[in-house]
């Protein structure tokens, strides 16, 4: 997860070159989920590993078993895209009426079910089959906030006398937000101290406590 100088997310467009073996896709779903999980949308994680699966699987069956191609994450918009490049143009991609029992043929129909829309763009000497998947971002650099970010941004407020609402949203504001969470922190730290705790134990707790609910969102 990385913020902008507006104090918004940056999400830059990102790709990752591999060969089409079946043995690649769980440490690509991986890579997927953790960067998504940077983003702040492990919320649409679980449909983005899908098609992950799904695509991989369909290059390898329709252009080869150990053919070099390219994942492809970027935003579209408020949409998060998913694709895979290949050097074949001419195994496109179709959905198949397969039966609940068929092995094959069913790859195309999971990504379309579990996207809001798909499709392919030709090249001169590659294809790109790509998904966009919806996600509860309002803006393309917004982020999803839970009860805690909301809580945290009310003692914000607070605690600066409302010197970072002045700021709006620019550069300022970011910095006014940054500075007000820092001395916050120190503030209960001395806290902690006046009254008989351990602010290196609290701190460790706090930390603890952060990425264990890290680990149950992603």
Same mark, same amino acid.
């Given at each position: 997860?990385?913020?902008?100088?507006?104090?918004?997310?940056?999400?830059?467009?990102?790709?990752?070159?591999?060969?089409?073996?079946?043995?690649?896709?769980?440490?690509?779903?991986?890579?997927?989920?953790?960067?998504?999980?940077?983003?702040?949308?492990?919320?649409?994680?679980?449909?983005?590993?899908?098609?992950?699966?799904?695509?991989?699987?369909?290059?390898?069956?329709?252009?080869?078993?150990?053919?070099?191609?390219?994942?492809?994450?970027?935003?579209?918009?408020?949409?998060?895209?998913?694709? +895979? @490049?290949?050097?074949?143009?001419? =195994?496109?991609? #179709?959905?198949? $009426?397969? *039966?609940?029992?068929?092995?094959? %043929?069913? !790859?195309?129909?999971?990504?379309?079910?579990?996207?809001?829309?798909?499709?392919?763009?030709?090249?001169?000497?590659?294809?790109?089959?790509?998904?966009?998947?919806?996600?509860?971002?309002?803006?393309?650099?917004?982020?999803?906030?839970? +009860? @805690?970010?909301?809580?945290?941004? =009310?003692?914000? #407020?607070?605690? $600066?006398? *409302?010197?970072?609402?002045?700021? %709006?949203? !620019?550069?300022?504001?970011?910095?006014?937000?940054?500075?007000?969470?820092?001395?916050?922190?120190?503030?209960?730290?001395?806290?902690?101290?006046?009254?008989?705790?351990?602010?290196?134990?609290?701190?460790?707790?706090?930390?603890?406590?952060?990425?264990?609910?890290?680990?149950? =969102?992603?």
């Amino acid at each position: 997860m990385v913020n902008g100088i507006d104090g918004c997310m940056t999400r830059k467009p990102w790709e990752l070159p591999f060969l089409a073996e079946p043995e690649e896709v769980a440490g690509l779903r991986r890579v997927v989920r953790l960067h998504l999980r940077l983003w702040g949308l492990s919320d649409v994680s679980e449909a983005a590993e899908i098609c992950v699966s799904e695509l991989v699987a369909n290059a390898i069956r329709h252009v080869g078993e150990g053919t070099p191609c390219t994942l492809v994450v970027e935003m579209r918009d408020t949409r998060l895209r998913i694709g +895979l @490049r290949d050097p074949d143009t001419r =195994a496109l991609p #179709t959905i198949l $009426s397969a *039966g609940p029992d068929a092995e094959a %043929g069913r !790859g195309m129909a999971l990504v379309d079910a579990v996207s809001e829309r798909w499709g392919v763009i030709l090249g001169a000497a590659s294809k790109l089959v790509w998904c966009d998947l919806v996600t509860q971002l309002s803006s393309p650099s917004g982020h999803i906030d839970d +009860l @805690r970010v909301v809580k945290g941004e =009310a003692c914000l #407020t607070l605690y $600066s006398g *409302g010197m970072a609402s002045a700021h %709006g949203k !620019g550069r300022g504001h970011a910095v006014v937000q940054q500075e007000a969470a820092i001395y916050l922190i120190a503030d209960l730290l001395h806290w902690l101290r006046a009254h008989g705790y351990d602010p290196d134990e609290a701190l460790d707790r706090a930390q603890t406590h952060f990425e264990a609910e890290l680990s149950q =969102a992603g």
